[in-house]
């Protein structure tokens, strides 16, 4: 009973590739996130969605397309990955507007060859 | 959302307590102190979040200031599983964003 769970755990694939990461929680939150882990470990969030409703995007570069097809999920489209975008890439969610006690998923560790 | 600063790393014997401080002097009265923590490889886990009174849970303790220009987490008796990178992090109740810095490693030895 994995509170938010992502897919794949690992994704290794080449230059000018387009792959997608997908994430699900069944908390019953309305928000859910991205985030970006770097090799020098720093944690930053790209993305923000309430309600299948955009709500953030930090200057992410437009290849990168976040998806929700209901509230459960959040899916992260990437087109024509660049060697930079090798990462860990965390979802989380979070329940109501009034706290910010996030829920994070396992990750998925990005290679870019 | 007011920047935080802690120690890059601290250690810890096994059974004792760890003492992690946060400065935070930029807080403003409705910023509360959120911390997190990232064991080896797994995503970041909430701990514990305060405003300005203390505050325990089945994980740590919160002691914040009464200036809330710092605040320090408490593990009362630290184990090999909390080894972990600790962060501490100042965020309005209502934003959506938390802005993680470099955090605390902390290293518990037996």
């Known amino acids: 009973d994995t509170a938010v769970s992502q897919t794949p755990k690992y994704l290794v694939t080449q230059m000018g590739n387009d792959k997608s990461i997908k994430c699900e929680q069944n908390?019953?939150?309305?928000?859910m996130y991205w985030y970006k882990q770097d090799s020098k470990k720093f944690l930053k969030i790209m993305f923000s969605?309430?309600?299948?409703?955009?709500?953030i995007n930090e200057t992410v570069p437009n290849r990168f397309s976040p998806k929700s097809p209901d509230k459960a999920h959040l899916n992260l489209h990437i087109n024509s990955l660049e060697l930079g975008d090798s990462a860990v890439y965390f979802c989380?969610?979070?329940?109501?507007?009034?706290?910010?006690?996030?829920?994070f998923g396992p990750g998925t560790r990005l290679t870019v060859l | 959302d007011a920047k935080t600063t802690q120690p890059p790393s601290m250690d810890c014997a096994e059974g004792r307590a760890a003492n992690l401080p946060c400065n935070h002097s930029t807080i403003s009265g409705n910023e509360y102190v959120y911390w997190y923590r990232q064991i080896h490889s797994q995503g970041p886990q909430y701990i514990i979040h305060?405003?300005?009174n203390n505050e325990t849970n089945e994980m740590a303790s919160l002691i914040i200031t009464e200036d809330r220009k710092s605040s320090t987490l408490i593990l009362p008796h630290a184990t090999l599983r909390d080894t972990a990178v600790y962060y501490c992090i100042s965020s309005f109740i209502d934003t959506d964003k938390l802005i993680f810095g470099t955090g605390t490693r902390l290293q518990v030895f037996p």
């Open positions: 305060g405003l300005k």
């Open positions: 908390l019953g939150h309305d928000t």
């Open positions: 989380a969610s979070k329940a109501g507007v009034q706290r910010n006690t996030q829920y």
């Open positions: 969605y309430n309600n299948k409703e955009l709500i």
